[in-house]
Antibody, heavy 120, light 108 residues
């Protein structure tokens, strides 16, 4: 059974860097075709894909946030880390990580999400 | 960059009725990567339909997807009380993922 769980700070100050960790089980991120994505959702708003890291360490980012995002993986720990710099109150929302299987490219299953509030 | 526009924003229906949700893309979807998710309050999205019309594992037959080109539809044939939620369409192309703004299905 595949499970993913997000962890990180609930509160971040403006201009700080947010670091979130996705800890997963039930698959290996070194196996062909396995990828992990991060998606966020501002309160009451739509989903927004942020980044993806692949089994071969290829990385992809949302175009509008590319300069602020860094995704990395630690295969031995079954973890994926997302860093987002220069946080702003508009970045407040629930951040999800999810498994993506290549080549179907379906975002499924998702973690439960973690709420991040950006406020001074 | 692809834009997905969902309509209506909110749909008011009663249990037992048929729901038709629309997703229009700004460019033709030529790779069949059109997906639908359901999201209930406080929960992560749940995969419903992938490749335009394929139901995900465990999804009831009352859910169906259709469409081509730039116009896609999610149909729920007879609404059950648990179907009232927000539905998102999503497209994948060239290593980028785009979501629509969602349609909220509310009980009338």
């Amino acid at each position: 059974q595949v499970t993913l769980r997000e962890s990180g700070p609930a509160l971040v100050r403006p201009r700080q860097t947010l670091t979130l960790t996705c800890t997963f089980s039930g698959f290996s991120l070194s196996a062909f075709g396995m990828c992990v994505s991060w998606i966020r959702q501002p309160p009451g708003k739509a989903l927004e894909w942020l980044a993806r890291i692949d089994w071969d360490d290829d990385k992809y980012y949302r175009t509008s946030l590319k300069t602020r995002l860094t995704i990395s993986k630690d295969t031995s720990k079954n973890q994926v880390v997302l860093a987002m710099t220069n946080m702003d109150p508009l970045d407040t929302g629930t951040y999800y990580c999810a498994l993506v299987r290549h080549p179907q490219n379906l975002i499924y299953p998702w973690g439960q999400g973690t709420l991040v509030t950006v406020s001074s | 960059e692809m834009v997905l526009t969902q309509s209506p924003g909110t749909l008011y229906l009663s249990p037992g009725e048929r729901a038709t949700l629309s997703c229009r893309t700004s460019q033709s979807v030529d790779n069949n990567y059109l997906t639908w998710y359901q999201q209930k309050p406080g929960q992560a999205p749940r995969l419903l339909i992938y490749s335009v019309s394929s139901r995900a594992t465990g999804i009831p037959a009352r859910f169906s997807g259709s469409g081509s080109g730039t116009d896609f539809t999610l149909t729920i044939s007879r609404l059950e009380p648990e179907d009232f939620a927000v539905y998102y369409c999503q497209h994948y192309d060239n290593s980028l993922y785009t979501f629509g703004q969602g349609t909220k299905l509310e009980i009338k």
